[in-house]
């Protein structure tokens, strides 16, 4: 036992450890959090009904989970795990609760977040490791993720799902595009103007694509 406490913990080994936690991290946070959204399904009052059945929460959580990553492969990596981690833990939950599993839904959201997962992945880095104008990228890109779906909501899904919830996610997402954008650069707003313009028109971008891709049966 002395023995092994002698042994030296070098910066590389400390390095080798945190890599090879942080995608542990990704899968034990994206079981849980997957779990506990299908096990909000039935406890959510009607107002917040759709938080259990949006794909915003879970973007936000594997947003979190992205920033923790120091390199860019590292975060795309940590994001499709995450997501993945997540779709597992929802349909795992659902299969303890007996409820019957679609495997078209199974394989739609995991393609859904090898596609998607990679994208969000690339906004945590460049808004924690990139320059202004990449970070502007990062935020529009994060934002429009989620007033994409939130339009989405209020135009598809008016008459089944409660308005205020989708104008809240919208205003969340157009609030973390700006919010996120003007961060860095708090003190010299004035000089931000071209970046925020472009972080809203990235936001745009991503918002119009996310809503076509809801439109796909």
Not at 34 to 50: K, M, Q, V
Not at 88 to 108: I, R
Request: hydrophobic residues 50%; proline residues 5%; positive net charge.
């Amino acid at each position: 036992m002395k023995v092994l406490l002698d042994i030296p913990v070098t910066s590389s080994t400390r390095a080798h450890f945190s890599s090879f936690g942080r995608p542990i991290l990704a899968t034990v946070t994206g079981l849980a959090a997957g779990a506990a959204t299908e096990w909000s399904i039935p406890h959510l009052p009607p107002s917040l009904e759709p938080l259990a059945n949006s794909a915003a929460p879970w973007i936000l959580i594997t947003f979190a989970v992205a920033l923790a990553a120091r390199r860019m492969g590292e975060s795309l990596l940590l994001s499709v795990v995450t997501l993945l981690a997540l779709v597992v833990g929802f349909y795992a939950g659902e299969v303890h609760t007996g409820w019957t599993v679609s495997h078209h839904q199974v394989e739609l959201w995991s393609v859904a977040s090898v596609v998607v997962g990679p994208l969000v992945g690339l906004a945590a880095y460049w808004l924690r490791h990139a320059g202004q104008t990449l970070r502007a990228l990062g935020a529009g890109v994060l934002g429009g993720l989620l007033a994409g779906e939130a339009v989405y909501g209020l135009t598809q899904l008016r008459f089944s799902t409660p308005a205020d919830y989708w104008r809240a996610q919208f205003v969340l997402g157009v609030g973390l595009t700006v919010g996120l954008t003007l961060w860095h650069s708090r003190r010299h707003l004035l000089g931000s103007v071209p970046a925020l313009a472009m972080s809203l028109a990235t936001c745009a971008t991503i918002g119009l694509a996310t809503l076509a891709i809801y439109q796909v049966p």
